[in-house]
Each structure stands twice: as C-alpha cells, then as structure tokens.
DNA sequence: CGGAATCCCATCTGATACTG
DNA sequence: CAGTATCAGATGGGATTCCG
C-alpha cells in the first residue's frame, strides 16, 4: 500500500500547475496556519476561540477565523458549538490534522533551533548587498 | 546536546510575536518556496534558473527570482555565478536547506497522498455551508 | 463568547518591457 | 541566459463596529 517508491515521480506531480496538492499546499502555507496548528497539537484536548487568540500573539479575530475555517474545511480541524450562553466554541485537529500537524510542527522547531544562524546569514548577506550597490554617477540624475 | 525534553517549552516561544523563527517561518510559509526547495532537491547536482523555471509551472520568473533570493539571504540556498556569455547562474541548497527542505518535502508528499479526503471534505463543507445560507425574508431590504 | 460585516491600506503577485 | 524595472490588479491582513 505504502509505496515507497515511484516517491519521486509522485512529487514531480506538485509541481503541475493543476495538480490538486497545491490547493491543499495553499492552505498550509500560510501566515497563520502553521501556529494554529501547532498551538492545536500542544493541548491535550480542544482549544476554545480566544483561548487560541490570546496564545497566538499577534493574530486577530478575522486571521483566526479564517484560518480555522480553511482547515475546518479541509477537514483537518473539527469545530464544536455548544449552544449555551454565551455560546462555547471548541476546536481540536482531526486524525488528518495530528499527522499535518506533526510535520509542520518540526518545521516551526527547526525554525527556532536554526533562527540563530539564518538571522547570521541574512545580517551578512544584507551587509554585502548594500556595499555591493554602487551610488548612480551623478551626471545620471 | 540535543535536548529532546523542553521541546513544547521552546514551541511556544513561536507564538511570541517578537520570536525570531517567526521570521524564518515567514519565508518558508510562502507561495512558492515549497515548490523551490523540493525542486531543488529533487537533483542531485545545482539547478540553473530557467531549468527551475521551467519544471515549477505557473512559477513567473519575478516570483523565482524573488523566492530564490529570499532563500539564499536566510542562507538555504547557494547561488553560483559562472562569468560566461551567456551567464550561467547554478542554484543549490545548503546544507541548512537539505535539511529544512527535508520537512517540507515531507509536507507536499503528504499533501499530495490525502489531496483526495481533503478535496472530499471540501466538497461537503461546502455543500452543508450554502445549504445553511438561507435567503433574507424579503421584508429586510 | 464567538464570531460576521465593513472599510481600507499594504503587499503580493503577475504581465510586460528592457538589459548586460 | 538571467535577470531588473515598472505598473496594475488581486489578495492579504488589520482595525473597527456590530450582533446573537
């Protein structure tokens, strides 16, 4: 069932302007997916609504909603309305959502573990580009 | 040295709006840097620009020269210049993006594996959510 | 509490033209 | 070949207001 091979040739498939996994690519890379995610996975059980907003500094409601809603409909995050005043509103990651949120969660820990050497290289590579940029002869305007 | 334990403590610094991953994720969480990485990848030896143009379809060269460069400055990607005419510019990943761009592979094989169930739960999300948009009575306008 | 709706600006992205 | 420069349109994203 799992074959490993042909993994290669699979692959390829993504880089096809209409191959379906871009859609889902599209959902995953984004702003705000990666963390709600990942905040997701922390938990034991389901999140609720601003429990999600506070953790996630910087997100606002309209980013969060959104957010949440895109992975709902692709079924990686499962939505619970309790009807009661004031309404309770949990999310949780479905199976789909765990197993997404296991690869994109190691990216968010490389991302930290290795964001010491990558601002190094950036604060390098900004410093030779800015010399690199020779000012216009004046006689140009 | 490589401390396993602490791991969720170190995650949540990700949700820290001032964490510098969150500006190494900001890249990666991109349109088209999944599909450079795991293009660039895929070979063995450097990739030249247009050959890279050519394999990430719908991928305009404004784009790869952006997303390139964006990978390069953080140190990912290693971008060769041969001094002929024509020139000839060779792109390969650094050790740094063999490794990240490990995980996100990862991340388009998956996508591409469940891109069936996941456009299955569009479907029906979609299908429930304009069946509960019902029309305005028509007093209200 | 958990949103929806609206306004609005910033940036992202693509198309086009030009260059060493 | 491998870009840069420019412009216009689409989209993303934030702030605010309002609602059940």
Chains 1, 2 share one sequence.
């Not at 429990?51 to 997100?59: C, K, M, Q, S």
């Amino acid at each position: 069932m799992d074959t490993e091979s042909g993994h290669d040739a699979d692959l390829a498939r993504t880089y096809r302007r209409d191959c379906p996994s871009r859609t889902v690519i599209e959902v995953l890379a984004n702003k705000w997916t990666l963390y709600v995610l990942a905040a997701l996975r922390r938990q034991d059980g389901p999140m609720r609504f601003n429990d999600l907003r506070r953790l996630l500094e910087g997100i606002t409601q309209k980013m969060l909603t959104q957010t949440l809603r895109a992975l709902e409909r692709d079924g990686l995050v499962r939505r619970t309305v309790y009807p009661t005043v004031p309404p309770r509103v949990e999310y949780a990651l479905s199976e789909l959502g765990v197993e997404v949120g296991r690869l994109t969660t190691a990216i968010a820990d490389w991302s930290i573990e290795h964001a010491p050497e990558i601002l190094d290289s950036r604060r390098t590579f900004d410093a030779h580009a800015s010399a690199d940029v020779r000012p216009l002869p004046p006689a140009y305007t």
